[in-house]
């Protein structure tokens, strides 16, 4: 009975883990056109084209730390599976 009880609990973790890898995946294939683009728009005023330049900038930035942060979520996840078992 144990045993099945923990199979059903590795299951579960295992489709969470699953689930969680999905979403980011959705989030990053959301993020990556914005982050690629050069189209900044057409503006008549230097303040505007900084104000779009910054975001720009800072979506890349905020998905370049996105990757390495759920990188190292995910091998933390994988290496604790491995050292339940």
């Not at 699953?18 to 683009?37: C, G, Q, T």
């Not at 503006?43 to 996105?66: G, Q």
Request: hydrophobic share 35%; charged share 25%.
């Amino acid at each position: 009975m144990v045993a099945r009880h923990q199979k059903l609990e590795d299951a579960l973790r295992l489709q969470q883990f699953l689930r969680d890898v999905e979403d980011e995946e959705d989030w990053i294939r959301e993020k990556e056109p914005i982050a690629a683009s050069t189209n900044r728009g057409t503006y008549d005023c230097v303040t505007l084209v900084y104000i779009a330049s910054s975001k720009h900038h800072h979506s890349r930035t905020n998905l370049k730390f996105w990757r390495v942060y759920r990188n190292h979520t995910v091998c933390v996840t994988v290496y604790q599976s491995i050292m339940s078992c």
